[in-house]
């Protein structure tokens, strides 16, 4: 049993999804939305830590994975995406778990097999994935997309064998030296 935890930051709402992978079977354990409040970004960077390490708490994910910043055309926006995505990666780092990230793009070619697919299209997905009754709300299905991402990489690192390790978000060859 590895419990995933599947991050979507965001400065004004953070999606986060739990999915329970056990050798190529995935199932849906808890998703949903961090509502920030109005105000200083400090005081929702705060709300973001504290929710994400309650989560943990909680749930007891072994895993977390994160989407990594894309490109804003505003740089405030961005920066303050990346201090977002930085309050939930110290929550997981600081909680002990192993913290993955991964693009936007490769998410969605991971999931719906076009990297450049929609959002309605994401949540369709994860809808038929995991055989949820009903679509996920847009931040939920995204942060359950980083999840299940990462559920194929870990897949992928196992059927390598213990030539490769995961780290960051990909998988890297080890170097093998001879006693």
Same mark, same amino acid.
């Given at each position: 049993?590895?419990?995933?935890?599947?991050?979507?930051?965001?400065?004004?709402?953070?999606?986060?999804?739990?999915?329970?992978?056990?050798?190529?079977? /995935?199932?849906?354990?808890?998703?949903?939305? /961090?509502?920030?409040?109005?105000?200083?970004?400090?005081?929702?960077?705060?709300v973001i830590f504290d929710s994400v390490t309650?989560?943990?708490?909680?749930?007891?994910?072994?895993?977390?994975?994160?989407?990594?910043?894309?490109?804003?055309?505003?740089? #405030?926006?961005?920066?303050?995406?990346?201090?977002?995505?930085?309050? $939930?990666?110290?929550?997981?780092?600081?909680?002990?778990?192993?913290?993955?990230?991964?693009?936007?793009?490769?998410?969605?070619?991971?999931?719906?097999g076009n990297g450049a697919a929609s959002k309605?299209?994401?949540? %369709?997905?994860?809808?038929?994935?995991?055989?949820?009754?009903?679509?996920?709300?847009?931040? $939920?299905?995204?942060?359950?997309?980083?999840?299940?991402? %990462?559920?194929?990489? +870990?897949?992928?690192?196992?059927?390598?064998?213990?030539?490769? #390790?995961?780290?960051?978000?990909?998988?890297?060859? +080890?170097?093998?030296?001879?006693?």
């Amino acid at each position: 049993m590895t419990l995933i935890l599947g991050i979507d930051p965001g400065s004004r709402k953070t999606g986060f999804g739990i999915i329970n992978a056990v050798g190529s079977k /995935i199932e849906y354990v808890t998703s949903g939305i /961090i509502r920030l409040p109005t105000g200083e970004l400090s005081a929702r960077l705060k709300v973001i830590f504290d929710s994400v390490t309650e989560i943990i708490t909680e749930f007891q994910p072994v895993e977390m994975a994160v989407e990594e910043v894309f490109f804003a055309k505003d740089p #405030r926006a961005a920066l303050k995406l990346g201090q977002a995505r930085g309050a $939930a990666i110290v929550a997981g780092v600081t909680a002990g778990l192993p913290v993955a990230e991964y693009s936007a793009r490769s998410v969605k070619k991971s999931v719906v097999g076009n990297g450049a697919a929609s959002k309605e299209q994401v949540q %369709h997905m994860i809808k038929q994935l995991l055989k949820l009754p009903s679509v996920p709300a847009e931040d $939920a299905a995204d942060a359950l997309a980083v999840a299940l991402s %990462h559920a194929q990489t +870990l897949r992928t690192a196992v059927s390598l064998g213990a030539q490769f #390790r995961y780290s960051k978000g990909r998988l890297k060859k +080890l170097e093998v030296t001879e006693a």
